[in-house]
């Protein structure tokens, strides 16, 4: 074959130019094309900001188009809002159905096809290799990092999610699901996220009113979302015992949860990274026990019943909230546990040992002569925690349960769940916090949902937590000294069901939206938030 080329003629030389012409000017409108609809996150919907999302074409991309520049990106809209985003140049990422999502670790397979089914993606297990479009979820993160945490990469056009435990690579889809929602585009870049607080809650009052298993695994869902993971279940009171028992199965009410109901709502919980946190209080708000045991109600010196307490000089009493207490502790399988100890009616009154001398007397036989109904009142919160103890739970108690001035001090290793500054035996948070207990705030003036408004309550507003509330307030209005901070594990924001009636459960879900979005932002990240509250909402209308 020789070297040299043969020459073409005129006429075709100018043929062909003008077809390379055409198809240049083609290629360039199509890559503007591109370029427009990546810059508006595919939909034209605004970034966290007001802007435009911002996306880039500086990595590859699954089909090759012209060289260009695009905007830096921007964090990604979601509630909580992520703690740190470094802005790249690239055109994002947005889920498809021929889409893969893998994992480098068969202990993130849940999460993996949970966050396929939720994008429409091909949830395709392990794999080795890489392709455009994929969403890798890996655990890696180093030792000593919060297992909440994760790191979130949109570059490529891929996604990978990584972080050292299972709960930081699910919170970190939660951000990629909202990123993507509606069909916008997970920005170009780097998120880099963890907690502020690693107790975030939702305690629910099923004892004074039912509510279903559905609308319960619907709030669990909706908790998953917005990175909660706690879900409390107060499901005995004067008014109900709402969960299948049986060692008593004489306490139950007649609407109540079974255990198969209540194994699926945990196992759901499970799958969102949620404990759930069970309470059975006592020695008060125990009516739907002592209903059907009158002989364990506490009566005063002229024979008169006090509502909900059980007469805690009674060795009956101890035996069967025990009992019940080994039973709940074989069904919620979480590390945590309420014992409540609020409320009880017998401290209320001028002189308790005149009013109850069966207590006075008691107290003097387990503690010496100079043993009160107060000291009483404590053993026994002892000794239930001596019954969780044993089951390897870490255990909280609310804070008028932590009686002053006895010689018998609660058990060390018992949380405060400080709710109230109003009731008898309710004490400053500092007087909690200065010898070094740990609290979890669940400050009544912000976030208690009490149905029916009773006393002085009025349904909590998610704006007046979004811009009043910090974990820092625990009582009232004014925040502790910020040297506690450490010591306030966090927050739970509570439906209580004073007067059960007084909404629906759609009711509830409706009312409590906001709020709980608000509570979410600010104990994923306690500083001021960038974005007002009418931009706040805006969002979570959207997202949340």
Not at 138 to 152: I, K, R, V, W
């Amino acid at each position: 074959m020789s070297q040299h080329r043969r020459r073409v003629p005129a006429q075709k030389v100018k043929r062909r130019r003008a077809v390379v012409v055409t198809a240049f000017a083609a290629t360039v409108a199509l890559g503007l094309g591109v370029g427009v609809w990546a810059s508006t996150g595919g939909n034209g919907t605004a970034g966290p900001s007001g802007g435009r999302a911002a996306v880039s074409a500086d990595s590859p991309s699954a089909t090759p188009s012209p060289s260009r520049s695009y905007a830096l990106s921007e964090a990604p809209a979601t509630v909580p809002a992520v703690r740190t985003h470094t802005a790249a140049r690239g055109p994002g990422w947005r889920p498809a159905r021929d889409h893969r999502v893998v994992v480098a670790d068969p202990k993130l397979a849940a999460d993996g096809k949970l966050i396929a089914a939720e994008l429409g993606m091909t949830y395709a297990g392990q794999k080795g290799d890489e392709r455009t479009g994929d969403l890798r979820l890996a655990l890696g993160g180093g030792s000593g990092a919060d297992p909440e945490s994760y790191t979130m990469t949109v570059s490529g056009g891929r996604v990978n999610i990584s972080g050292p435990a299972a709960p930081g690579v699910f919170y970190g889809t939660r951000t990629l699901k909202q990123a993507v929602h509606g069909g916008a585009t997970a920005p170009e870049g780097v998120v880099r996220d963890a907690p502020a607080k690693p107790v975030r809650g939702f305690m629910l009052d099923i004892a004074r009113k039912n509510f279903t298993a559905s609308w319960i695994e619907d709030r669990v869902r909706e908790l998953g979302d917005l990175k909660y993971n706690e879900l409390g279940l107060h499901f005995s009171d004067d008014q109900g015992f709402r969960i299948q028992s049986d060692t008593h199965p004489e306490i139950v009410s007649k609407e109540h949860l079974s255990k198969a109901q209540v194994r699926k709502i945990i196992a759901l919980a499970d799958s969102r990274h949620i404990t759930v946190v069970p309470e059975i209080d006592s020695p008060g708000h125990l009516g739907a026990v002592i209903a059907a045991h009158p002989d364990l109600q506490l009566r005063n010196t002229r024979g008169v019943a006090t509502r909900g307490a059980v007469d805690i000089s009674k060795p009956a009493a101890a035996h069967i909230v025990d009992d019940l207490l080994n039973e709940f502790a074989g069904l919620f399988p979480g590390k945590q546990w309420n014992l409540g100890g609020d409320e009880y009616q017998a401290l209320t009154v001028p002189d308790p040992a005149a009013s109850f001398p069966q207590l006075a007397s008691a107290a003097r036989e387990a503690y010496g002569s100079g043993g009160t109904v107060s000291d009483l009142a404590t053993g026994w919160l002892n000794d239930r925690a001596d019954t969780i103890r044993a089951h390897d739970r870490t255990m909280r108690a609310w804070n008028d349960g932590f009686l002053k001035g006895t010689s018998v001090q609660p058990a060390e290793d018992l949380r405060v769940a400080y709710w109230t500054g109003k009731e008898i035996g309710a004490r400053q948070p500092v007087e909690y916090l200065s010898t070094g207990r740990k609290l979890i705030n669940y400050n009544d003036e912000y976030l208690y949902y009490v149905l029916g408004q009773p006393n002085t309550f009025v349904y909590p507003t998610g704006q007046r937590i979004y811009e009043q509330w910090t974990p820092l307030v625990v009582r009232g209005t004014t925040p502790v000294p910020a040297k506690y901070d450490g010591q306030i594990l966090g927050g739970t924001f509570a439906v209580w069901c004073d007067l059960a009636n007084s909404q629906t459960q759609d009711q509830v879900a409706a009312g409590i939206r906001m709020p709980l979005a608000a509570t979410a932002q600010k104990l994923w990240d306690s500083g001021r938030p960038a974005l007002s509250w009418t931009e706040f909402k805006a969002l979570a209308g959207r997202v949340a």
